[in-house]
């Protein structure tokens, strides 16, 4: 099986940011300029946060605009970044339909979710989870709300 990091339910995110923290401390560092997640408003408090993480498609856009194959599909949907390869043209990130590919500026690289999980594991309001999939992942927003809805509703 193949896993993702999903999101549970963004209603219950009070934009604490520890997934975000976690997630670049994974590799010992601190701050925030190498995490794979980001947690913003919605429009402010009282229209709650977003989370954005990268929802492993099936078939990522982000692969097919990189000029260097730095990204390549991950079985089962996602991607894995061959950081060697890459060039920093930016053009995974622009072509990412949930905005799920971040920058890191120091390295010129972009930062790609490697479907760990722990950034799950600081959520204190269970808002994602890493899950594991069985079914490809749909690459537009509007089938992927309704591929969240359907499996939560079961």
């Not at 560092?29 to 954005?52: D, H, P, Q």
């Not at 692969?63 to 970044?81: I, S």
């Not at 979710?113 to 069985?134: H, K, R, S």
């Amino acid at each position: 099986m193949v896993k993702r990091l999903s999101v549970l339910d963004a209603e219950r995110c009070v934009g604490c940011q520890s997934c975000m923290f976690a997630c670049a401390r994974r590799p010992g560092v601190g701050g925030l300029e190498s995490t794979s997640i980001w947690v913003k408003s919605a429009g402010g408090i009282r229209k709650g946060f977003a989370v954005v993480v990268c929802r492993a498609c099936s078939d990522p856009p982000c692969t097919k605009v990189c000029p260097t194959d730095a990204l390549v599909n991950r079985e089962g949907g996602g991607v894995k970044l061959h950081a060697e390869l890459c060039i920093g043209c930016h053009n995974c990130e622009e072509a990412c339909p949930f905005g799920a590919i971040f920058w890191e500026d120091t390295q010129n690289k972009p930062e790609i979710c490697v479907y760990c999980g722990y950034c799950a594991n600081y959520c204190p309001c269970d808002v994602i989870a890493l899950e594991e999939i069985n079914r490809p992942v749909s690459n537009t927003l509007d089938e992927t709300k309704a591929e969240g809805e359907a499996s939560h509703a079961q």
